[in-house]
């Protein structure tokens, strides 16, 4: 068995239920589950109508790439929310859909961490963190370093304080913002900073930004 498996500690939600499993809840107030974050609205009419007026298509094998105007919408759609130049962004090299984000983040992890770099692969994260960040870490044979994310610095981790030996060992530095759990949203001024570093200590930031339409 592959030894690394035993860095990885259960997922948060089964320490949630063992926990909550040892309390009686009060009979006088109904629970508001704040758990696992399962949808609690009903689904939009027209996604339910595109899916069941499409069912036909899925006899087939799909493709890792997803369909080429699937693609192309994802283009278009984070061009025009991240305002970004036209062309920034080719839907051929750059886009590429997923089933869900944490298998993603996993195989990206995989791809890029460098196991037998001169220095320990190293990767930073904020913590507290969406736990995948921790297993894909460990399971590419890189070490993991949590980077507080207190009050006293508005809830993002403090950049400054990390040292330019540890800069150097980073392989990836997890983002994540708006922020889970606290919805801190990182100032542009930090983003230009980490990107400086990314160039100049040579690693890749990894921008989580699965609650990006979360604003008012
Ligand atoms: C910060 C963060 N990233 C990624 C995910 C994964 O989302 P999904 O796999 O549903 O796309 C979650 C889900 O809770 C999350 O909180």
């Known amino acids: 068995m592959n030894p690394d498996l035993n860095k990885l500690q259960p997922y948060p939600f ?25 949808p609690k609205h009903p689904s939009p009419q027209f996604v339910l ?10 006899a087939i094998y799909p493709s890792t790439k997803g369909l080429p105007e699937f693609r192309k919408s994802m283009t278009n ?17 750059n886009i590429l859909p997923v089933n869900g984000t944490r298998e993603a983040i996993f195989s990206f992890t995989q791809a890029v961490i460098d196991r037998e770099a001169s220095n320990q692969a190293l990767v930073l994260s904020p913590n507290p963190f ?13 070490e993991l370093e949590l980077l507080p994310t207190l009050e006293s610095s508005q809830f993002i981790p403090d950049y400054d304080s990390v040292a330019d030996s540890t800069w150097d060992r980073c392989q990836i530095l997890f983002m994540c913002s708006p922020g889970n759990p606290t919805g801190a949203v990182t100032p542009a001024e930090t983003l230009k900073k980490l990107i400086k570093l990314a160039d100049k200590h040579d690693f890749i930031i990894a921008s989580d930004e699965c609650y990006s339409e979360i604003y008012c």
């Open 14 to 38: 089964e320490k949630l239920k063992a926990l909550l499993g040892q309390v009686t809840p009060s009979a006088d107030y109904s629970a508001i589950p704040l758990s696992i974050g399962e």
């Open 49 to 58: 109508d595109s899916i069941t007026n499409n069912l036909g298509k899925v």
């Open 77 to 93: 759609w984070a061009t025009q929310r991240f305002n970004l130049k036209p062309g920034t962004l080719c839907s051929e090299d």
């Open 130 to 142: 969406y736990q995948i960040y921790e297993g894909a870490s460990y399971l590419a044979g890189a």
